[in-house]
């Protein structure tokens, strides 16, 4: 006698666009290249998702972590997810919901895969760096103010970093919450939703931008954020383009008003401990959180902070190198500065990676401290020599870097922010 066909159903892994900001973290991560892109949304491929969770921990805004039960031969489709403006409703006639916790906006400790026993045990090696705050890091607020409920700031400067005859226009740019609460952490980012619509009609999705200033504000007891902006001119491939919220931010005059969501991110954060050493490395606006930590150490400094801060920063020229004059005016016992410059005329092309091959010595010293965080950040391009150069400078010096690097990893010491 025949019986009824078995029907299968899946937990199928999706995003939510309402709340994703498009930072490309989860694409970046995936480990099995189940996440792909159009102009619009992030998605999930279903027959290529195993369920590793490795795309949720580094999720700044909890968009990521979705799940639907749902039958196996009716899993949604790419081009499906492509067109959401907001996830499908649950489908009862398969199960009760699934839980997540995509309203809180933190990733903590990672759910069961739905899929577990299908799972890489001990998650993905493209996690390259840490998915936990330091130990002594503040707790961070994420996520008070989203697509549906954004809050406004007000424009209370816009200046120009950068030589008024180079072509890298990069912008510091003030903005004031009022008596709005917006409270930050140096490595939190905020999103900036820019007004206008896509030739499809769809409203323009937020930016990301890291914050700039420390979190008593880039005023001193002030709610302000300072955000570093670079006006995008060309696409990745160097063809003409007008990036639509980087021209927005850095036309922007005094006294006009910005729709903000945020703030984001809860593991590229600073150590509260004073004797905590700060091994900095970043190209161009990827100085934000660099400047950020810098300048609330600079402040606390007198207050009994005794780490070392130690930087490598590069830029196409010294021209194009943001905050470049008042770094060179910070005390040299208070940082110890080291510049990249690739296209300066008649010199050779240096990049942080051989500067830091340079300091190998200084650098290696602080590797062997307990005590140092490792913080990358700046353009996807940089991150393979940078953990090059980290891992010859440790085994130069006697450290396993493998050991090491997991032990920088797990102690939430090693954070990586490349775009």
Same mark, same amino acid.
């Given at each position: 006698?025949?019986?009824?066909?078995?029907?299968? +159903?899946?937990?199928?892994?999706?995003?939510?666009?309402?709340?994703?900001?498009?930072?490309?973290?989860?694409?970046?991560?995936?480990? !099995?290249?189940? /996440? %792909?892109?159009?102009?619009?949304?992030?998605?999930?491929?279903?027959?290529?998702?195993?369920?590793?969770?490795?795309? $949720?921990?580094?999720?700044?805004?909890?968009? /990521?972590?979705?799940?639907?039960?749902?039958?196996?031969?009716?899993?949604?489709? /790419?081009?499906?997810? =492509?067109?959401?403006?907001?996830?499908?409703?649950?489908?009862?006639?398969?199960?009760?919901?699934?839980?997540?916790?995509?309203?809180?906006?933190?990733?903590?400790?990672?759910?069961?895969? &739905?899929?577990?026993?299908?799972? &890489?045990?001990?998650?993905?090696?493209?996690?390259?760096?840490?998915?936990?705050?330091?130990?002594?890091?503040?707790? &961070?607020?994420?996520?008070?103010?989203?697509?549906?409920?954004? %809050?406004?700031?007000?424009?209370?400067?816009?200046?120009?970093?950068?030589?008024?005859?180079?072509?890298?226009?990069?912008?510091?740019?003030?903005?004031?919450?009022?008596?709005?609460?917006?409270?930050?952490?140096?490595?939190?980012?905020?999103? +900036?939703?820019?007004?206008?619509?896509?030739?499809?009609?769809? %409203?323009?999705?937020?930016?990301?931008?890291?914050?700039?200033?420390?979190?008593?504000?880039?005023?001193?007891?002030?709610?302000? $954020?300072?955000?570093?902006?670079?006006? !995008?001119?060309?696409?990745?491939?160097?063809?003409?383009?007008?990036? !639509?919220?980087?021209?927005?931010?850095?036309?922007?005059?005094?006294?006009?008003?910005?729709?903000?969501?945020?703030?984001?991110?809860?593991?590229?954060?600073?150590?509260?401990?004073?004797?905590?050493?700060?091994?900095?490395?970043?190209?161009?606006?990827?100085?934000?959180?660099?400047?950020?930590?810098?300048?609330?150490?600079?402040?606390?400094?007198?207050?009994?902070?005794?780490?070392?801060?130690?930087?490598?920063?590069?830029?196409?020229?010294?021209?194009?190198? &943001?905050?470049?004059?008042?770094?060179?005016?910070?005390?040299?016992?208070?940082?110890?500065?080291?510049?990249?410059?690739?296209?300066?005329?008649?010199?050779?092309?240096?990049?942080?990676?051989?500067?830091?091959? @340079?300091?190998?010595?200084? $650098?290696?010293?602080?590797?062997?401290?307990?005590?140092?965080?490792? =913080?990358?950040?700046?353009?996807?391009?940089?991150?393979?020599? $940078?953990?090059?150069?980290?891992? @010859?400078?440790?085994?130069?010096?006697?450290?396993?870097?493998?050991?090491?690097?997991?032990?920088?990893?797990?102690?939430?010491?090693?954070?990586?922010?490349?775009?």
């Amino acid at each position: 006698m025949n019986g009824p066909l078995p029907v299968e +159903i899946i937990r199928q892994h999706l995003i939510d666009p309402e709340i994703c900001i498009r930072c490309n973290t989860c694409e970046e991560t995936c480990p !099995v290249d189940a /996440i %792909t892109h159009d102009g619009t949304n992030y998605v999930v491929k279903a027959d290529v998702c195993n369920a590793c969770m490795a795309c $949720v921990p580094p999720c700044p805004t909890g968009a /990521i972590d979705n799940w639907r039960n749902v039958l196996k031969t009716e899993t949604y489709t /790419i081009d499906e997810q =492509y067109t959401w403006d907001e996830l499908p409703a649950h489908n009862a006639s398969v199960g009760a919901p699934v839980e997540t916790e995509e309203s809180s906006g933190v990733a903590g400790e990672a759910q069961a895969a &739905p899929n577990a026993a299908d799972a &890489p045990v001990g998650g993905s090696d493209m996690l390259r760096g840490s998915t936990v705050p330091p130990w002594s890091a503040a707790r &961070p607020y994420v996520q008070l103010y989203t697509h549906k409920a954004p %809050t406004t700031a007000t424009v209370v400067g816009n200046y120009r970093l950068t030589d008024d005859a180079t072509e890298s226009d990069i912008h510091h740019i003030v903005l004031d919450f009022g008596t709005m609460p917006f409270p930050v952490l140096e490595g939190q980012s905020i999103g +900036i939703l820019p007004p206008g619509a896509t030739l499809e009609g769809r %409203t323009h999705h937020a930016r990301q931008y890291s914050i700039a200033s420390p979190r008593d504000g880039e005023r001193p007891g002030y709610n302000n $954020v300072s955000l570093t902006v670079k006006r !995008v001119t060309r696409d990745h491939s160097g063809n003409a383009t007008d990036g !639509v919220c980087s021209n927005y931010l850095c036309d922007l005059k005094k006294g006009d008003v910005v729709t903000v969501i945020g703030p984001f991110g809860n593991t590229f954060l600073m150590p509260n401990h004073p004797n905590s050493h700060l091994l900095m490395i970043c190209t161009g606006t990827g100085s934000a959180p660099m400047r950020a930590m810098t300048e609330y150490r600079r402040r606390r400094r007198l207050k009994g902070a005794t780490g070392k801060l130690m930087l490598f920063f590069g830029a196409r020229t010294q021209q194009e190198l &943001p905050y470049f004059g008042p770094l060179m005016n910070l005390p040299k016992d208070f940082i110890d500065t080291n510049l990249a410059f690739s296209r300066t005329p008649g010199q050779p092309r240096r990049y942080v990676q051989d500067v830091m091959r @340079e300091r190998a010595v200084d $650098v290696a010293q602080l590797l062997k401290d307990g005590n140092t965080h490792v =913080y990358v950040c700046g353009l996807k391009g940089m991150e393979d020599g $940078v953990l090059q150069a980290l891992q @010859e400078i440790a085994e130069k010096h006697g450290m396993g870097w493998e050991a090491l690097w997991d032990r920088l990893k797990r102690e939430g010491r090693l954070h990586l922010e490349t775009y």
